[in-house]
């Protein structure tokens, strides 16, 4: 099994709707979690951290389910702005991070 | 503030030549950096971890002598393609890590885009 899975998607959605996608992780030690943001040819960017059972900013809310292991999130009101690949991180150990394949989302006009 | 450069930000060079990328911290000192490389539509995977002043960590499969790295400051390393050939045209990017900020917390270059003839 995969340290870290997404469905690669893409989740394609018209403006303003809401979309969310999970990751799921195996290691069940871990107990911090990120969500980067990748635009095409870029670096990735972190979008949010997640140390406790959610975190919420703005239009964005990741949500961790330890029992099941994973970790969703969702983006609410999308914007055009917001079409990117989205990449859930999982620290390995106190120094190494485990990146998942990333989920497309294409917000459409 | 935390803020990391690579120079060059894209490189296209001949089959057999070596290839140096430059990782930079700017505005803090990093304790460790980190190299990673990205296939098109595929996950970032780690090549290897520099500490300053000391040899790097390669993973599993990441041959160390084709991989050159060097982290002679702190707040500078580099990554030595020796002997590019097609297959090692892929997008590496590094991330440094300070002793502030949470656990794990990496940021990461701009990445560098390296093609070979």
């Known amino acids: 099994r995969k340290e870290v899975e997404q469905d690669p998607g893409p989740f394609n959605v018209p403006e303003g709707a809401t979309v969310a996608f999970n990751c799921t992780y195996s290691?069940?030690?871990?107990?911090?979690f990120f969500w980067y943001r990748q635009d095409c040819r870029k670096e990735p960017k972190l979008l949010m951290s997640v140390y406790s059972s959610g975190n919420e900013d703005g239009r964005f809310t990741a949500q961790l389910n330890r029992a099941s292991q994973y970790i969703s999130l969702l983006i609410r009101d999308s914007k055009l702005s917001d079409s990117a690949t989205y990449l859930c991180?999982?620290?390995?150990?106190?120094?190494?991070?485990?990146f998942g394949a990333g989920t497309t989302v294409t917000v459409r006009a | 503030g935390a803020v990391v450069s690579q120079h060059p930000s894209r490189v296209i060079c001949k089959s057999g030549t070596s290839v140096k990328i430059e990782c930079r911290s700017l505005?803090?000192?990093?304790?460790?950096m980190f190299w990673y490389r990205q296939f098109p539509k595929q996950s970032l995977m780690l090549m290897a971890t520099s500490n300053e002043g000391s040899k790097a960590t390669y993973e599993q499969g990441v041959e160390k002598d084709k991989f050159l790295i060097n982290h002679a400051s702190l707040t500078l390393s580099t990554l030595t393609v020796t002997s590019a050939h097609p297959e090692d045209s892929s997008f590496y990017i590094c991330s440094a890590r300070g002793s502030f900020g949470r656990d794990n917390e990496q940021f990461f270059g701009p990445g560098t885009r390296l093609t070979v003839l």
């Open positions: 290691n069940s030690a871990s107990q911090s």
């Open positions: 991180v999982v620290p390995i150990n106190d120094y190494k991070l485990s």
């Open positions: 505005d803090f000192q990093a304790t460790t």
